[in-house]
Each structure stands twice: as C-alpha cells, then as structure tokens.
C-alpha cells in the first residue's frame, strides 16, 4: 500500500482516512479526526440519547430496558439526529443484538462514521433485566478484602462488555460521614484509606488494564467530589467543608482511583462545595481534575445537574447559561440533562456567538475521542451477540456474589447464642424481610430466576430436622412492591412488599411455641436508597415494637439486619441476645446469612460506617477531629458500634509487634505483628493499622486508618502480619495548604478495631 499525508492508499485502490489507521498512534488519529469534524459534530459527541425513547417495543417491567427483539424508529433517529451522530447511548438494557442495530446507524449512516459509547448502570451488577446482582458497594466495604472486591469489578466489567455497553457509571467514591442520607449503601463507607482501596480494586477489575479487551469497560466513579455529607443529610444538598479537609478526605479517593486505578472519566456531583457549584466550577472541573490529576477522559453532569446551576442554585437566569457556564468551567458531557435539540444548537449558538471558545469545546470533544479510540470502538464496533450467554450470571459470578455476602457479614453482638446448637428442634423466623430478601438499590432487575429468602434458605438447611416457621408480624413500609422512578431511572425497586400486613400478635404466638427466635429486618428500597434519606435511625414501621414483644418471650432471640445504613440500636443492643449486620447482600445474601446463623461460617465482616448510639447523637465516624465535649446530657457522644468494629465466633490473640526497616529521610517503616486464633473454630481476622500524629500544626483525629489485612486462620494457627508504611501514611496538609510529614512522634496502633487497639509503639520521623 501507498501512504500519504492525508490517508493511506491501498493497492486495490481503496483508502482509509487517518483517524481510522489503527496503526497510527492514538493522539494522532484523533487531531486527524477533529480536523474534519463540523461544530455541530462536536457538539454531538458531547450529548447523549436514551435509546428506549426510540425503540418499538420498550420493556414492560424496566423502563429503562427495550425487548430483546425490538426495533428502533430510525426515520424518528435520521429527523433527529441526521448524520451527525451522538456521543453517548444511555437506557438501551437488552441484548447485544439490540445495541448493534443502533451502532450500525451510527457507523453507516452518519457522515463520518464515530461509534457511540453505550452508557449503563452497574454499581453492584449490570442494571436491567439481566446480570448477576452482586452485594452492595457498603457489603464490599464490610469485606476488607481488596482482592475478592476485584474479582467483583472483573465480573461486572465482563458482563457489562458482554451486553454492548461499553462504560458504567460507577463505583460511588463518596465518604459517607451522613448516616441520614439514603445514597450510603452505595458508598464503601466513612473512611478515606478504605474507600481508596476499595475503589481502585473496584476500578482496575472492571477496567482490567486495557478497556479494549472484550471484558472491560470505561469506569466513570461517582459523585465527584465531595457528596457524602449533604447538610442535614437530604440527597444533593449543600457541603459545608473546607479546603483542608477537601483535600485531606474526600478528593483522595477519586485521586486514587484516577491516578492509581486509571479511571477515566467522573461523574460530577448536584451539589455545591462551600458555596461553589460543582457542576460549573473551574477549580475542581479543570485546575484538579484536569491540570492536577490528569484524568484521561472526561467529567459528566449528573442526570439533570447542569440545569440545576438555575433551578437549585440560582446562579443563572436561563438554561442558556447554565450550559455556558457548565461547559466553558470544564464540563465535558451532558448526562441528559435537556433534549438533544437543545443541547447541541445551544452549544452552537453560544461558539458562534463568541461566547464559548471553540478550544474548549475541542478539548471535551477530544476527551470523548480518546475514550473511543481506547476502547477499540473504531475497530471492534459491535460486540458479539452470542457471547453473553455463557457469561450473564455464570457460576463463577455467582460464587463470586455468595463469597461477598458472606464475608460481609457483621456480628455486632453475640451472649452465645450464635451458631444455632443441634439441641434446637424448632426456629421462629419472624420480620418483613424473612421470607422476602432485600437486594439494594441500583441493581438489576431479577427477571426469570427467584430470589431466595432466608425463610426458603433455613429450610433447606436444616431439613425436617428443625421445624420452621415463618410470620412477617409487620412491614417496613405499607403498599405494595412498586419501581419508584428517580430521573427517569427505576433504580429504586422495592421486592417482595406486596401488600404486608401488620400480624404482630400471630408472630408473638408463633414464636412463644418455638425454641429460637430469629428476627429478620431492617430496609428496604422505601428507606434506603437515591432520594430516600431519613431523620430517623430507629427500624421503620412497627419493627421495634416487634422486636421488644418478642424478647419479652424469655427465648434466644437474634436480630437479623438487612440495611443500607446505620441503625439505631439504643433499645435492640439491650433485648436482643445477638445482632447481625448483613446489609443488603445481593442475590444469594440469603444463603450467606443462614450458614451465618447455623455455623458453616464464621462471621468476620468489620463495620465500614459507625453506628450512632442513637438517631441524635451525630455525626459519630470514628475519625471526628478533637476539641469538643466528648458527652451529651444523654450520655456519650462516641459510636455505639465504631468503624472496623465486628465479632467473630473464634477468638484472637495479637504480639509481637515490631519496627522494622525506618527511612527517617524518606519516611517509610515495615510494621509486623503476630496473630494467633485462640478460639475453637477457624476464622478470618481484619487486621488494622492506624496513626496518630501525636503532635502537628494541625488539627488531627486522633486515629486514621492506613493499612488492614484480612486473614484465614485455622485453630491454634498463628501468622505474620506485615505493613509498609511510606510518606503517604505519615503526610498532612499544613497551614500552607501544602502536603508535608511534619517531624516528631507517631503512634502505631493496631487492632481489631478503631476502638480495639491491642498493639501499639512510637516512631519517630
């Protein structure tokens, strides 16, 4: 073949232009393709469609998803969006054979030529009516298992490729410090060390190095950058924070996950940050994100976020400029926040007016470039339409979600009562969620295959051994099962509430004849969830009452809590004999939980988010900063239940802790303790390892937490337990706004838990 400056000539006669040249550096095809691009192709790249809105036969049961033999109107698609082309493809769930049809459109039809980006939800599994519901993201924190988190981020980045879509909108990097908001089950929880950790195993699973293989995807975390804290806990409401704390707590995870997991687009938060909206503001959108952090790709508006820089923060008067002020501050892609009309002749308008530079637009349009010449849409624009049946909710994924519900599982307390002895011969298996297991929100739908109870679980278990029996006694929330709709997504789906009625009395009389009471509640998709944030802790709806009818029987009575948040427990940790935390734990979290009760696990999850002593006594995160009265006229301030907190059926014994290795000049330290299992039953122990710099220029919680390891250990078995420290761990923002290890003094705590510190030395830096 011939080259030429412009495009190669082949023998046949035939040409390429450069940008599609796979054999040209990346860089280079996308200035080629730029050149030859028109405004109102630029602007195109910068917007998305919901493809549902075109299909002829639109899912009955997801409102998000289209039929696996729909057809789309494309005399509708050619009026609208001619031969320009579009970005971004959202809300099209189905089949791979349903996303080629729309890429063929794009790839044959427009002038050019660009491959969409097929856009899906998928923070703990594919969303639609297909993939593996795994855990939730505060399941995944409760584990303090980096690898096993991985291995979840390779499931969901495979299954997501294997449907056509190429980019998911997660993992949620939030700090979640605000038990009250009803988006916590989506965070890892209220640490930053942890979070980070968890994040860039999350992201580098999904991603897998090279988002051009068939089994990755674009990782797009969420809600940059600091949303974990809305005043007075209501979803998207102000940050009060300041720059320090900005920098020390909230942007390092998304820095993480950026620089470390190599995540390539954010999503940008509703909210505004001391004041500065962050859907337009130039200092996080371009002088962090862009010139500090060097992200590859691009930041996307929140679902309806630019508008809301007039209709919640008034700093505009019209929807004109808002968008000129969303996009000329660093704003590269719209989430479908207008109609695509609007959108991209506003952004017209306003080049050709004079009142948007055209470099700016250049840079978010070669943003979205460079994310589809990496993922090899230029090449491979069509994904296999037989592949994904092999992969949705194999085995291996399946097994994947049981290991996470169960090693998330969080006993909060136990007088012996847990496991369950052979001496039982009969089990009451009382609350709203024992015969109906609650998934979280954000997950697929489960379509064609049931869900399984702890009611269904224990029976199988225990056979006709233990006699079962199962009564509600109340709901969490009255109505029946109903998909409530947040933005035009049903992320929000609330199973197994039809129509329960309150039959407190019956589920008394049922448990007063049994010899075991196991109470089964906690949230649902009503009181947990995107818009669902509350002013009370206490369980929802007559739980309570339940709970202190049925201890007043004088029987073993375990509280079983499938939550997506801190619960007030002031009055459950005093009647309840054990109490176990198992989140909202996917699909197969019924199974986990059973083996749990009966002793074919032993429960090792670790709290990632305090719990309160009550509803009115928070904040409470274990990291709060020092100087203020430490009790109320009610009592303590402290957590009733601390970050890293968890019991275990085993016991352990921690010696031995040695320094090792100390570069005063360079600030590292090797850190090693022994741990040895003194109990009867193997277990598995989260080792924890936190600093407190003893004395700084700055204000500093008294503890943070900068290393944990999770272990297996067999009875009487003991090991090593090793971290290395480096200047990250030892670092702090001074007065200067400037990163530094400061000399003098460091406590080296580690332990159990924030409140279980059982080693501890001093170094000096």
Known sequence: MLKTSEFIVYENGGMIMDYMNRELPVEKRIVDLLSRMTLEEKAAQLDMMRGVEFATKPSTIHNCSVDNDTEFNFDRIRKEFGDRGIGFVHDTYSIPAVMNKLQRYFIEETRLGIPCIFTAEALHGVSGTRGTVFPVPLNLGATFDVDLVKKVGEAIGRETRALGMHEILAPNLDIAREPRWGRVEETFGEDTYLSSRMGVAMITGEQKGDVSRDDAVVSEPKHYCVHGIPEGGTNCSPARVGHREVHSVYLPVFEAGIKEGGAYNVMASYNSIDGDVMMCSKYYLNDILKEQLEIKGYSRSDWAGIGEIKNRHHLVKDDKDAIKMAIANGLDVQGCDYPNEFFETTLVELVNEGKLDIERINDAVKRVLRVKFDLGLFENPYTNEERYKEIIRCDEHRDISLNVARESITLLKNDGVLPIGKECKSIALIGPSSASQKIGGYSSLPTGYKVLSVYDELKKAVGEDVIV???????????????????????????????????????????????????????????????????????HGRQRELIQKLSELGKPLVLILENGKPVDLSIEKDICNAIMVTWFGGELGAQAIVEAVLGKINPAGRLPISFPQSTSRIPCYYSMLPGGATVFLEGDK????????????????????????????????????????????????VVQLYIDDVESTVVTPPMLLKGFKRISLDVGESKKVSFKLNYDSFKLMNLKYEWVVESGDFRILIGSASNDILCETTITL
């Open 638 to 685: 402290s957590a009733l239940y601390p970050f890293g907190f968890g019991l275990s059926y085993t016991t352990f014994n921690y010696s031995d802790m040695t320094v090792s290795n100390i570069d005063k000049k360079e600030c590292t330290a090797t850190i090693s303790v022994k741990v040895k299992n003194t109990g009867n039953m193997k277990g598995d122990e």
């Open 469 to 539: 029996r199962q009564c509600d006694g109340c709901a969490i929330t009255k109505g029946k099962k109903t998909q409530r709709i947040v933005d035009g997504q049903p992320h929000l789906y609330s199973e197994g509430e039809d129509e329960i009625i309150d039959t407190v009395e019956e589920a008394i009389e049922i448990a007063s004849k049994c010899d075991f009471i196991i109470m089964v509640g906690g949230d649902n998709t009503i009181t947990s969830g995107e818009g669902r944030d509350r002013c009370e802790l206490t369980l």
